[in-house]
């Protein structure tokens, strides 16, 4: 197994109508490799305790979601997993989430999902452009 440092976490809001993707920032994070050749991983995030009800709120559905984290560099382009929270663990100002999920292949459908959300949060021309290539 190989470990990384988690620069970045997003997940695709699926409870609303519409969906998006939500930037959680991170108070720490690591990510790790299981190399048991299925390309799955393991996130630990520490974030905020404000999000707790939207992390619970996946765990209670069972259901995997779309996530997009940045490992070891900022400037590194964001990969794509299928994950489902695993364990939520409530500390004194933040939490602890871990999610299990594999890694898929970047395809052009997850470039769409990112720029139909940043579409929506109302970016435009070269603003649109700038924030896009920092998604990817």
């Known amino acids: 197994m190989k470990t990384f440092k ?24 690591l990510i790790i490799n299981k190399e048991d050749g299925e390309n799955h991983w393991l996130i630990e995030a ?14 209670n559905s069972q259901s995997e979601a779309k996530v997009f984290v940045t490992i070891t560099k900022k400037s590194n382009r964001p990969a794509q997993l299928t994950a489902a929270v695993k364990n939520i663990v ?3 100002e933040s939490i602890q989430v871990l999610l299990y999920g594999q890694m898929v292949t970047r395809k052009q459908q997850g470039t769409e999902t990112i720029l139909e959300s940043l579409v929506k949060e109302g970016y435009t021309g ?4 700038e924030a896009f290539k920092q998604k990817l």
Do not use: A, C, Y
């Not at 520490?46 to 765990?59: C, G, M, P, T």
């Not at 070269?126 to 452009?129: E, P, Y």
């Open 126 to 129: 070269t603003k649109l452009i």
């Open 90 to 92: 409530k500390l004194e």
């Open 6 to 29: 988690l620069v970045d976490l997003n997940v695709e809001r699926v409870d609303k109508e519409e969906q998006s993707i939500e930037q959680f920032p991170l108070i720490d994070g």
């Open 46 to 59: 520490l974030v905020q305790k404000e999000h707790l009800s939207f992390f619970e709120q996946l765990q």
